[in-house]
């Protein structure tokens, strides 16, 4: 039954609504706003508390004029994702573009892969799908896996129809392996924001004026295989058009102390927060997992 049902949500909804134009979509987007904040009012509780906890030098309006936005931004995730199940390859890399992609280039030449970190910030679905166009390394996304495997093979196929391979944490390290002994080289798109499973084996530190568990997952695979680590930063440009810089974080990774490949992609998330705060994912439970002085920092 629930393979039926994902079938008929995918082609029979979210397919035939993808192929409307962009114009009717930030209709659908504006209706679905109204709805998220005024009648379901979705994880407002979060959301506020997110933003009070992250930005104590704001008063209660602003706090609520991000909340806003946010609400605003979030609609638009959800139509610009489902539009990019159809879009076109001409399209897609006319809405998101790289700005420099020329700063990876001697590594391609050397055959080096490299880490692409970020964040879950402005539009990423559209980063996954059009990574193998953007840059001359073969691209590849590591993300989680979605709990509905039938929905989550019927989205894997959308997202690397234009060349993108997408891993996930439970066979990312095959993948690695694979890459790095046949030589290929790879960049790997990596989203370390979000809370992470196991706080045993992340990275603790201060962020947003809280103590947060980071993810160690990329620090750990650009030390043990010796990957430059760059932070791609993604703004909006307008409406539906986003565009993202390639930032060098390290050459050589092995050579920096534990936690500094962390904190240095934190820095530059935080430099976008400052700049425009309600393009994060505000709704996410970021900080969920409560410090213990036994833990240490």
């Known amino acids: 039954?629930?393979?039926?049902?994902?079938?008929?949500?995918?082609?029979?909804?979210?397919?035939?609504?993808?192929?409307l134009p962009m114009r009717l979509l930030y209709l659908l987007s504006d209706v679905i706003c109204f709805i998220l904040k005024h009648i379901v009012k979705y994880r407002k509780n979060v959301i506020l508390s997110n933003?009070?906890?992250?930005?104590?030098?704001?008063?209660?309006?602003?706090?609520?004029?991000?909340?806003?936005?946010y609400y605003v931004h979030l609609s638009d995730l959800v139509v610009e994702s489902i539009k990019m199940l159809t879009i076109s390859r001409k399209n897609l890399l006319k809405r998101y573009k790289c700005t420099n992609p020329s700063i990876l280039y001697p590594y391609f030449s050397t055959g080096r892969s490299v880490l692409l970190v970020s964040a879950h910030y402005n539009n990423w679905e559209y980063m996954v799908a059009s990574l193998e166009?953007?840059?001359?390394?073969?691209?590849?996304g590591v993300g989680k896996r979605m709990s509905n495997k039938t929905f989550e093979e019927l989205v894997f196929k959308r997202r690397t129809r234009y060349g993108t391979e997408v891993c996930y944490a439970d066979n990312s390290r095959k993948v690695?392996?694979?890459?790095?002994?046949?030589?290929?080289?790879?960049?790997?798109?990596?989203?370390?924001?979000?809370?992470?499973?196991?706080?045993k084996k992340c990275y603790w530190t201060d962020f947003l004026h809280q103590k947060t568990?980071?993810?160690?997952?990329?620090?750990?695979?650009?030390?043990?295989?010796?990957?430059?680590?760059?932070?791609?930063?993604v703004s909006k440009t307008k409406r539906g058009y986003y565009s993202f810089e390639i930032v060098k974080l390290t050459d050589e990774p092995r050579q920096t102390p534990y936690g500094w490949i962390c904190e240095q992609a934190l820095m530059q998330l935080k430099s976008m927060l400052d700049a425009h705060p309600q393009y994060w994912l505000w709704s996410h439970r970021r900080w969920k997992h409560k410090y213990e002085e036994s833990m240490g920092l």
Request: aromatic share 14%.
């Open 1 to 19: 039954m629930e393979k039926l049902l994902s079938h008929v949500l995918f082609y029979g909804i979210l397919m035939p609504i993808s192929l």
């Open 213 to 233: 568990a980071v993810i160690y997952g990329p620090e750990y695979i650009a030390k043990k295989y010796d990957y430059p680590v760059f932070f791609y930063k």
């Open 51 to 69: 933003l009070r906890n992250s930005f104590p030098e704001k008063d209660e309006k602003e706090i609520r004029r991000i909340a806003d936005k």
């Open 176 to 199: 690695l392996e694979d890459y790095d002994k046949s030589g290929k080289a790879c960049a790997y798109m990596l989203l370390s924001d979000q809370s992470p499973n196991n706080t």
């Open 133 to 140: 166009l953007q840059l001359k390394h073969h691209g590849i």
